[in-house]
């Protein structure tokens, strides 16, 4: 007995189908986050409420939705005009509620048209809401969901146009068409629409207009402080949110799989008992970044291609290792001017403006090569008055700090001070991620109570200990490392967030000193969610990368990358570029494929003209006969200037033309009828029409 | 002959929606930068290309023959079949649609699939509101897979006739006009008709019931007898069309189509007599056919024909207006 199919029928199948789509489209527009928690939460709500008691709602109370519909449209409308939501916004919720409208009333085929029609619009608003990786996987997912609706949506349609309402009912539950092949085939469908997509995206042009564009959303600025409190309680959270991506040019040499590079934001050096703040004073435009006093020679360019996360930004400017020479806010190649200017602080510290919350993009070029702490001996403690502040010693400062740093560094150069006291803060303490708590004073509980401490009690202690020599120094702030993704750049996290020295040398400018033990910098994150909060941002960047931030420049440097390509190809083969050799294996190895694809070719030509004979030979003899009699005659008659229009029946041949009334009944008779037509006969039959229509022509007045 | 290669396309209403919405997206994308409304772009018009590429692949291959029905009569149901087969070998073709195209006939059939090198066949019925011939001239077969935004269809040259049989009437009370012995009529030979023919010396062997037993009494031996051969009744149903036109012709017909059934169906040979044509008697369904299709496609007009001719050895069944 054969076993009865299993699975969803054709009726299910559709409507599931439909769910899911509308579904992926509102995720589109959810993962924005703009949709608010009510409306949010409405959908799934509303999806499952229309699967478990849809069917009683069906066509009733239509009152109460119309009510319903035309007052939300009436809020959304007031709230637009008032300012308080975007149009953008207010169309994705209008959508949604009609979404969730034809959800609950899904009767015929059209409303599932109108479904997905519905789920178009949501997932275009979603288009406009969001920019993040999760619309990415909401398209997908629609695309696939998308085709399965639109052809069993299509399906049902025609079943029940076809048979009607009560010959369609049975094959529109039948558990035998919406099988997994079906629905297999249909995803492999998908695919090659995602493909097709790919492709229109890639080529299609990038001119745009640029009006009614939806301005970045202001998101909430935090991070990089111009604090620092060193008697916090806790532990510091070793945080793995990517917060820079930096891709270097050129890259580091061996390209390691974790940087060792400080990656500077700010100065802080007043100190408040307790920590650290910036100095005081406002900012000034930079037209040109100061130079480095050197000796001659072309410094060598360390290019750092940044990307700040927006909550990480804080209007603080990232630079690398090295002197900064130059900070470009323009995408590389692109004609339009920078949408942020920079600026700088009396401390030398480097901002932008506008600051609106959102990721910055920019490209420090900076001279990467340092001296030696040797270049840095000699130069004598004569500081100029703007470095004052870097100089300031806390009165509070505990006596047993100033004997520590007098017995490391005191009566030596400022440069072997400054290396003695960071090779002895590095080696004779220990690193932790505890904080102290509140301690009267954080410096002397670090160096002679806990001995041990996180970077910025290092950091702070060897700046008070170089200022109680005479030597100025300043606690700096920033990230220390980068770990190599797949995505080819360095991902920076929150967790490497890192403190660290930099002490001025006369005509030489501040250099940088880390205290805190190599091992203990950066990040230590290794787990699986650390990992996967790096794949996340690795995917996330290329999506940014490759589909948000694709524009005409990108297309214009992709049209011309592959019109190089192809420059370079037609070269070769024109035996220019003297890789002889080589082109001969290509030109072997494309003759041999275009040889093969011609053999190919030719063995399906064989096999589809065997195939063809096979299929005439389904006709009988005297069928075939019959068919090139009614053609044959039909050759004559033009010739003789007979036209014989389109779709003209044998009966029709047989008015028109009496004399070609024998061959039109035996053209019926054998070809439709059965009955034998003798090769003579027709022979016969056409000798004698063209003999009677010599006749005509001969007479033909 | 319509090259194999000729297609047709046109918008279903889904089809307009979905287009005029990704016009609209297209606009709004190049309007605002947006790549994201690109990437939607991009899936909507590879829909379209994939819609096409798969409508072709569907149609491509298949091959249509229509069946038609042996009898056709106005006003009643007939049934026409298609059958289709799809000539590809790995790919199926889905949601056909079978249509007469041209003609005077319009049906569809619709087939869900068509699994490859499968036959199947489809049917529509119809109901010809008229007698006479009935021409066919093409075979559409169309298709909106997979997603129904555009309805692609290729013509195939299929041309056949159908002669539609005058409707079915109640016969109308006939006037006879005799121009000889209404009836059977004896016929001078031995045969196996009611009336005595001859007697004679009954055989041995012989059937019990030839035996005339008045004259074996009268005799003393057994007589026996040979019957009459008898002719059936023969009729002529004469219509002169000449003068008749528009409805009153098509009453004439049917009545006639009605009177040459109900003598057939009665065992009478019959005839039929035109206005330029005449049908010798006959009797049985290929006569009846032969009769029909003689009422089927008589025309009006021919006032040049000459008159009605009856069979001067029937009776006479003459239709009047």
């Known amino acids: ?701 | 002959m319509t090259p194999a290669w000729r297609r047709r396309l046109v918008f279903t209403r889904m089809g307009r929606w979905y287009t005029g919405l990704t016009i609209g997206i297209g606009l709004a994308a190049t309007n605002t930068g947006n790549n994201l409304l690109f990437l939607v772009l991009g899936l909507l018009l590879a829909s379209i290309i994939v819609s096409g590429i798969l409508s072709e692949q569907s149609l491509r291959g298949v091959r249509v023959e229509r069946r038609l029905p042996s009898v056709a009569t106005a006003g009643q149901q007939a049934l026409i079949g298609l059958q289709a087969r799809n000539g590809k070998r790995r790919a199926p073709s889905f949601s056909l649609e079978i249509r007469e195209r041209g003609g005077d006939v319009a049906g569809h059939g619709f087939l869900v699939l068509l699994p490859a090198g499968q036959s199947a066949e489809a049917a529509y019925r119809f109901v010809p509101q008229r007698r006479g011939l009935h021409r066919f001239e093409q075979i559409e077969v169309a298709t909106r897979a997979p997603f129904g935004l555009f309805e692609k269809s290729r013509p195939m040259d299929a041309p056949a006739e159908l002669v539609v049989f005058p409707r079915q009437v109640p016969p109308p009370p006939s006037t006879a006009r005799t121009l000889a012995r209404d009836g059977e009529r004896p016929e001078d030979r031995i045969g196996l008709g009611l009336e005595v023919h001859s007697l004679r010396d009954h055989r041995p062997g012989e059937d019990a019931r030839s035996i005339h037993w008045r004259s074996s009494a009268r005799a003393g031996r057994l007589i026996g007898m040979d019957r009459e051969q008898e002719r059936r009744k023969r009729v002529c149903v004469v219509l002169d069309q000449r003068p008749l036109r528009g409805e009153v012709l098509e009453r004439a017909v049917e009545h006639a189509a009605a009177l040459v059934s109900r003598e057939l169906d009665g065992g009478a040979e019959i005839s039929l007599a035109l206005a330029g044509a005449f049908l010798a008697a006959g009797s049985g369904e290929a006569h009846r056919h032969a009769a029909l299709r003689l009422l089927a496609l008589l025309e009006e007009g021919g006032d040049g024909l000459a008159a009605p001719e009856p069979d001067a050895e029937g009776s006479v069944l003459q239709v009047r207006e």
């Not at chain 1, 608003?125 to 999760?134: C, F, I, K």
């Not at chain 1, 094959?171 to 998908?190: D, E, I, K, Q």
């Not at chain 1, 007043?270 to 100061?290: E, F, K, N």
């Open chain 1, 1 to 701: 007995m054969p076993r009865a199919p299993r699975g969803p029928t054709l009726l299910q199948a559709q409507r599931w189908a439909g769910t899911l789509t509308s579904a992926f489209a509102f995720l589109a527009c959810a993962v924005s986050g703009e949709m608010g928690p009510a409306m949010t939460a409405l959908f799934p709500l509303a999806v499952a409420g229309s699967a478990v008691a849809g069917r009683r709602f069906h066509g009733r109370v239509q009152w109460a939705w119309t009510v319903l519909l035309a007052g939300a449209l009436l809020v959304f409308g007031v709230q637009v005009l008032a300012g308080h939501i975007d149009i953008i916004l207010a169309a994705a919720l209008f959508a949604e509620l009609l979404c969730i409208h034809r959800l609950w009333h899904r009767r015929t085929g059209r409303d599932e048209l109108l479904l997905l029609l519905l789920a178009l619009l949501l997932l275009c608003a979603g288009a406009a809401l969001s920019a993040e990786l999760t619309f990415g996987f909401a398209f997908l997912g629609f695309a696939v969901s998308g085709t399965w609706a639109l052809a069993l949506t299509h399906l049902r349609s025609a079943i029940e146009e076809g048979r009607g309402p009560a010959g369609s009912a049975a094959l529109l539950n039948s558990r035998r068409v919406a099988t997994p092949a079906l629905l297999s085939g249909l995803a492999a469908l998908s695919l090659f629409g995602i493909a097709g997509a790919a492709l229109v995206f890639f080529i299609f042009p990038r001119v745009t207009i640029g009006g009614l564009r939806r301005a970045s959303r202001p998101a909430p600025v935090a991070g990089l402080g111009d604090r620092v409190d060193l008697s916090r309680r806790g532990t510091i959270a070793d945080d793995p949110r990517v917060a820079l991506r930096v891709r270097l040019d050129p890259p580091p040499r061996g390209e390691p799989r974790d940087l060792a590079m400080h990656w500077r934001a700010r100065s802080l050096s007043q100190w408040t008992g307790h920590g650290w703040r910036s100095p005081d004073g406002g900012i000034i435009p930079v037209m040109r970044l100061p130079r480095r006093a050197r000796g001659g020679g072309v410094p060598s360019v360390l290019s750092a291609d940044i990307e700040v996360i927006g909550q990480f930004t804080d209007g603080v400017v990232f630079t690398p290792e090295g002197w900064p020479l130059a900070i470009d806010f323009r995408r590389p190649g692109s004609p339009r001017p920078a949408a942020r200017q920079l600026y700088r602080n009396a401390a030398g510290d480097l901002f932008y403006q506008p600051v609106d919350g959102g990721d910055v993009r920019y490209t420090v070029a900076a001279d990467p090569d340092e001296p030696v702490p040797g270049g840095l001996r000699g130069r004598g403690q004569r500081y100029p008055s703007w470095v004052e502040a870097d100089l300031a010693v806390p009165a509070s400062l505990d006596a047993r700090v100033r004997a520590l740093a007098k017995r490391l560094g005191g009566g030596k150069d400022p440069a072997d001070a400054a290396a003695a006291i960071e090779r002895w803060l590095a080696t004779a303490l220990r690193y932790t991620r505890e904080l102290p708590g509140d301690v009267a004073d954080p410096i002397a509980d670090f160096l002679f109570a806990r001995r041990a401490g996180h970077c910025e009690l290092f950091s702070s202690a060897m700046v008070l200990m170089l200022r109680s020599l005479g030597i100025p120094a300043r606690n700096v702030t920033g990230y220390f490392g980068g770990r190599r993704t797949d995505a080819g750049y360095y991902a920076v996290r929150a967790g490497d967030a890192h403190s660290w020295v930099e002490v001025y040398f006369p005509d030489a400018g501040y250099f940088l000193f880390d205290p805190t033990p190599a091992s203990a910098r950066g990040s230590r994150q290794e787990g699986i969610g650390a990992r996967m909060v790096l794949l996340w941002d690795s995917l996330q960047q290329t999506w940014r990368a490759f589909v948000v931030d694709y524009d005409l420049v990108s297309q214009t440097q992709a049209m011309r990358r592959i019109g190089q390509i192809l420059h370079e190809t037609g070269q070769r083969l024109a035996g220019r570029d003297g890789a002889k050799g080589r082109l001969r294996r290509v030109i072997a190895a494309v003759g041999a494929a275009v040889a093969a694809a011609a053999v190919i070719a030719w063995l399906r030509r064989l096999r589809l003209r065997a195939r063809k004979a096979q299929e005439r030979r389904e006709l009988t003899a005297d069928q075939r006969r019959a068919v090139a009699l009614w053609r044959g005659a039909r050759r004559l008659l033009r010739s003789a200037g007979v036209e014989i229009a389109v779709g003209t029946t044998p009966g029709e041949l047989a008015r028109i033309v009496p004399a070609a009334a024998d061959i039109a009944r035996a053209y019926a008779a054998a070809r439709w009828g059965g009955a034998q037509l003798a090769p003579r006969v027709a022979r016969a039959a056409l000798r004698e029409l063209d003999a009677g229509l010599q006749v005509a022509r001969e007479h033909r007045p």
